[in-house]
């Protein structure tokens, strides 16, 4: 009996209980979009958080679906403002991809045009977002790796949707269902900042187009209390409107003020957080916002105490995965991509255990390649890992013009008109027409087929072209027999070469080929003498090796690089009867480290001998001025005029300290070493120990988007002389 009278006890508690956390109102959260002013979320959150207070469902809307999705995969506030804290701002904004995803290739076409447009049926074209956002995607899919899984967002720790819009007519999308971080993403894809995303055959772009503020949506739902945040601004005025971002806000304001007052009226608790003078792309002052946020959440606090949970309840952090264990991966029919290049790029297969960071490099590799419109991806759980789910859209636009402008003070100022093909023989190929017009004609084409790990083939075709005066003591070095003591000289080199090449060790490019070069030194300045002093053609093998992992060519922050070739000369027509078969081997080593805050130091240190007696000296090394892209052995030497110092081998050592002390501007110096002349490595001492010439600079650069703009002031101890030169522009 006893028992008995326990057990019935025991059912009456339970159902006392039961019926209690019945009676407990369902809380709703819903988030408006904003841009970057949706940091303020984070800020209410964290009062959320600190009243134990208990959210069963949150609708979010662009920025609002960011921090809603993150909160509602398990993440607490302290841990948003945390991930927020440390993102990239200018990668969150652009389509940004790490440069050592890049091929050699692919890095040198991204780092010489200002400008690249579509050119497909002789019309010039548009990207329909600049960004693909795929650094967005890629940092959401990390974030909410631990709920990959999930297809339905009612199975998350707390449920959610999210609002896009139908770019195609126009309809509000409710997302629910699907990859967490592509709803996500495509509810933020603002219009001509980011690209559209396809979910379901639907075109999708930020759903503060129809509905900023999803309270309806949460109602629908059975919840009986809704918090809102809305950080959306007024209309703004005229003087407000001066860039683009502000135009978008306001575009989307028109539709959704006019519903704001329903909707305020269908929240309970309705928190607008003072962020009026903040704009969308204003992610550098998120500390700022979010603690807005949190003091306006304050407010509130004897409103929100009300729906606290009992036992208060603390939310656990989420663990980030630092590897997964891929099982097996698969992606939608290709019509000009196999299996074996997506893996090549990918650089991993299947049943392999890798780090985040190899995977997250695996798709930059992909994007790198600019062959895919739009590159998404999901996990599907199994037993012992996952399997991996690629959505592939290739890029329709396989034809493009680019353009570039630069002056330096040897090649003078240049335009640089480009034509780009892809696929225009068999796939994974590419073909490239620049042609530089200005001071001195020249043009550059690439054909190039990617085989990734396979040997790849490649053809180049160059002519440079350029005009400078010379000493009467470097025009005898060239063996130019003149006793007038400055030479105007004629620089024309066209060289054609054939090679092939593959990644070995998975970083480093090795190679090598063949080249045809006709190279022809003449000048106007003698009279009634030949003023032909070269007119031949060479034939030459070669090899190569590569490696560059510096974050940027232009103001590395860090990495290193390593260049080297080796050159045998077969063959010349020998125009002044002097050839001998002869080789130069040359190397360059640079190392880039930051020190300290906005400092960083670079040290690079080349070299380079000939081998073998021969008569031919337009080959040899020749160093002096800065700025321009370097031809044949044609080097920069601080401290010496261009074209200044010469001879069959040479040892440089450059050592440079910049500081960034702004946004994208630069100061910085150097000081370079040499020894440069005839056997300089048959002695230690003439080539290690006592550096024979030195120069130093001081200079200032700026980052653009045209390319950095720098000017640098030069002297020497030894000459007394000193230079100012200038460059602007990417090098070309």
Same mark, same amino acid.
């Given at each position: 009996?006893?028992?008995?009278?326990?057990? +019935?006890?025991?059912?009456? %508690?339970?159902?006392?209980?039961?019926?209690?956390?019945?009676?407990?109102?369902?809380?709703?959260?819903?988030?408006?979009?904003?841009?970057?002013?949706?940091?303020?979320?984070?800020?209410?959150?964290?009062?959320?958080?600190?009243?134990?207070?208990?959210?069963?469902?949150?609708?979010?809307?662009? $920025?609002?679906?960011?921090?809603?999705?993150?909160?509602?995969?398990?993440?607490?506030?302290?841990?948003?403002?945390?991930?927020?804290?440390?993102?990239?701002? #200018?990668?969150?904004?652009?389509?940004?991809?790490?440069?050592?995803?890049?091929?050699?290739?692919?890095?040198?076409?991204?780092?010489?045009?200002?400008?690249?447009?579509?050119?497909?049926?002789?019309?010039?074209?548009?990207?329909?977002?600049?960004?693909?956002?795929?650094?967005?995607?890629?940092?959401?899919?990390?974030?909410?790796?631990?709920?990959?899984?999930?297809?339905?967002?009612?199975?998350?720790?707390?449920?959610?949707?999210?609002?896009?819009?139908?770019?195609?007519?126009?309809?509000?999308?409710?997302?629910?269902?699907?990859?967490?971080?592509?709803?996500?993403?495509?509810?933020?894809?603002?219009?001509?900042?980011?690209?559209? +995303?396809?979910?379901?055959?639907?075109?999708?772009?930020?759903?503060?187009?129809? #509905?900023?503020?999803?309270?309806?949506?949460?109602?629908?739902?059975?919840?009986?209390?809704?918090?809102?945040?809305?950080?959306?601004?007024?209309?703004?005025?005229?003087?407000?409107?001066?860039?683009?971002?502000?135009?978008?806000?306001?575009?989307?304001?028109?539709? $959704?003020?006019?519903?704001?007052?329903?909707?305020?009226?269908?929240?309970?608790?309705?928190?607008?957080?003072?962020?009026?003078?903040?704009?969308?792309?204003?992610?550098?002052?998120?500390?700022?916002?979010?603690?807005?946020?949190?003091?306006?959440?304050?407010?509130?606090?004897?409103?929100?105490?009300?729906?606290?949970?009992?036992?208060?309840?603390?939310?656990?952090?989420?663990?980030?995965?630092?590897?997964?264990?891929?099982?097996?991966?698969?992606?939608?029919?290709?019509?000009?991509?196999?299996?074996?290049?997506?893996?090549?790029?990918?650089?991993?297969?299947?049943?392999?255990?890798?780090?985040?960071?190899?995977?997250?490099?695996?798709?930059?590799?992909?994007?790198?390649?600019?062959?895919?419109?739009?590159?998404?991806?999901?996990?599907?759980? +199994?037993?012992?890992?996952?399997?991996?789910?690629?959505?592939?859209?290739?890029?329709?636009?396989?034809?493009?013009?680019?353009?570039?402008?630069?002056?330096?003070?040897?090649?003078?100022?240049?335009?640089?008109?480009?034509?780009?093909?892809?696929?225009?023989?068999?796939?994974?190929?590419?073909?490239?027409?620049?042609?530089?017009?200005?001071?001195?004609?020249?043009?550059?084409?690439?054909?190039?087929?990617?085989?990734?790990?396979?040997?790849?083939?490649?053809?180049?075709?160059? %002519?440079?072209?350029?005009?400078?005066?010379?000493?009467? /003591?470097?025009?005898?070095?060239?063996?130019?027999?003149?006793?007038?003591?400055?030479?105007?000289?004629?620089?024309? #080199?066209?060289?054609?070469?054939?090679?092939?090449?593959?990644?070995?060790?998975?970083?480093?490019?090795?190679?090598?080929?063949?080249?045809?070069?006709?190279?022809?030194?003449?000048?106007?300045?003698?009279?009634?003498?030949?003023?032909?002093?070269?007119?031949?053609?060479?034939?030459?093998?070669?090899?190569?090796?590569?490696?560059?992992?510096?974050?940027?060519?232009?103001?590395?922050?860090? /990495?290193?690089?390593?260049?080297?070739? $080796?050159?045998?000369?077969?063959?010349?027509?020998?125009?002044?009867?002097?050839?001998?078969?002869?080789?130069?081997?040359?190397? #360059?080593?640079?190392?880039?480290?930051?020190?300290?805050?906005?400092?960083?130091?670079?040290?690079?240190?080349?070299?380079?001998?000939?081998?073998?007696?021969?008569?031919?000296?337009?080959?040899?090394?020749?160093?002096? /001025?800065?700025?321009?892209?370097? +031809?044949?052995?044609?080097?920069?030497?601080?401290?010496?005029?261009?074209?200044?110092?010469?001879?069959?081998?040479?040892?440089?050592?450059?050592?440079?300290?910049?500081?960034?002390?702004?946004?994208?501007?630069?100061?910085?110096?150097?000081?370079?070493?040499?020894?440069?002349?005839?056997?300089?490595?048959?002695?230690?001492?003439?080539?290690?120990?006592?550096?024979?010439?030195?120069?130093?600079?001081?200079?200032?650069? $700026?980052?653009?988007?045209?390319?950095?703009?720098?000017?640098?002031?030069?002297?020497?101890?030894?000459?007394?002389?000193?230079?100012?030169?200038?460059?602007?522009?990417?090098?070309?």
């Amino acid at each position: 009996m006893k028992k008995l009278f326990l057990f +019935v006890s025991l059912l009456f %508690l339970i159902q006392i209980s039961l019926g209690q956390e019945n009676a407990r109102p369902k809380v709703g959260l819903v988030l408006s979009g904003g841009g970057a002013k949706g940091l303020a979320h984070i800020g209410v959150l964290k009062v959320v958080d600190s009243l134990g207070i208990k959210v069963d469902y949150i609708a979010g809307t662009s $920025m609002g679906a960011v921090v809603g999705g993150l909160y509602a995969s398990g993440y607490n506030a302290k841990q948003l403002d945390s991930i927020f804290s440390s993102v990239d701002i #200018d990668a969150l904004l652009q389509d940004y991809t790490p440069r050592d995803s890049k091929s050699f290739y692919e890095k040198r076409n991204d780092e010489i045009y200002a400008l690249s447009l579509p050119f497909n049926k002789f019309k010039l074209g548009l990207p329909s977002g600049l960004s693909k956002g795929l650094y967005n995607f890629n940092l959401l899919s990390t974030l909410t790796q631990h709920v990959s899984h999930v297809r339905d967002f009612s199975e998350l720790p707390i449920p959610f949707l999210c609002i896009g819009t139908d770019a195609e007519t126009g309809e509000k999308v409710v997302l629910d269902n699907g990859v967490l971080a592509k709803c996500i993403i495509a509810s933020g894809a603002l219009p001509t900042l980011y690209s559209p +995303v396809e979910i379901n055959g639907r075109l999708l772009i930020d759903g503060g187009v129809v #509905d900023n503020y999803p309270v309806e949506e949460l109602r629908a739902r059975g919840v009986d209390i809704i918090i809102g945040v809305d950080v959306q601004d007024g209309l703004k005025s005229s003087e407000e409107l001066k860039e683009v971002t502000a135009v978008l806000s306001q575009i989307n304001n028109f539709s $959704m003020i006019e519903k704001m007052e329903g909707k305020q009226k269908a929240t309970d608790i309705y928190i607008k957080p003072e962020i009026k003078g903040f704009s969308v792309v204003d992610f550098e002052k998120g500390k700022e916002i979010i603690e807005i946020g949190k003091q306006k959440a304050k407010e509130f606090s004897n409103e929100l105490i009300k729906y606290s949970y009992p036992e208060k309840i603390q939310r656990d952090k989420v663990v980030i995965q630092d590897s997964i264990y891929i099982k097996e991966v698969s992606f939608n029919k290709l019509e000009n991509y196999t299996r074996a290049y997506i893996l090549g790029k990918l650089k991993f297969k299947r049943n392999i255990k890798i780090s985040k960071a190899q995977f997250l490099k695996g798709i930059s590799n992909l994007n790198a390649t600019q062959n895919f419109s739009a590159i998404n991806y999901s996990f599907e759980q +199994v037993d012992d890992g996952e399997n991996l789910v690629l959505e592939l859209k290739e890029n329709p636009n396989n034809t493009f013009l680019k353009f570039g402008l630069h002056y330096d003070d040897l090649f003078k100022s240049g335009i640089l008109l480009n034509y780009t093909k892809k696929k225009l023989l068999v796939k994974n190929d590419v073909v490239s027409l620049d042609v530089i017009l200005g001071d001195n004609i020249r043009y550059n084409f690439d054909y190039y087929l990617d085989n990734g790990f396979y040997w790849s083939l490649g053809f180049n075709s160059k %002519l440079t072209t350029f005009n400078k005066n010379i000493s009467a /003591g470097i025009a005898r070095d060239l063996n130019i027999n003149s006793s007038i003591n400055t030479l105007n000289i004629d620089f024309l #080199d066209l060289s054609n070469q054939a090679y092939l090449q593959t990644i070995f060790a998975q970083k480093f490019s090795i190679g090598g080929g063949l080249e045809f070069k006709f190279l022809r030194l003449k000048s106007e300045t003698l009279q009634n003498t030949n003023s032909i002093f070269e007119s031949s053609n060479y034939l030459s093998f070669f090899g190569f090796l590569k490696y560059d992992s510096f974050d940027k060519k232009y103001f590395p922050k860090s /990495g290193w690089s390593f260049n080297s070739e $080796m050159r045998y000369f077969a063959y010349s027509s020998d125009y002044n009867n002097n050839f001998e078969r002869f080789s130069i081997a040359k190397a #360059d080593f640079s190392f880039v480290q930051p020190v300290v805050k906005n400092t960083t130091f670079k040290l690079q240190s080349e070299g380079g001998f000939s081998i073998g007696e021969r008569g031919v000296s337009y080959f040899d090394f020749i160093l002096g /001025g800065y700025g321009f892209q370097q +031809v044949n052995n044609i080097k920069p030497f601080f401290g010496y005029n261009f074209l200044s110092l010469t001879g069959e081998s040479y040892l440089k050592l450059s050592l440079t300290a910049d500081y960034q002390f702004y946004k994208k501007h630069h100061f910085n110096i150097i000081a370079n070493f040499a020894n440069i002349g005839n056997n300089i490595f048959d002695t230690l001492d003439t080539w290690f120990i006592n550096p024979k010439y030195s120069g130093y600079a001081i200079g200032y650069g $700026m980052e653009t988007v045209i390319g950095p703009v720098e000017i640098k002031h030069s002297w020497s101890p030894e000459t007394k002389n000193h230079y100012t030169w200038f460059s602007v522009g990417f090098w070309f």
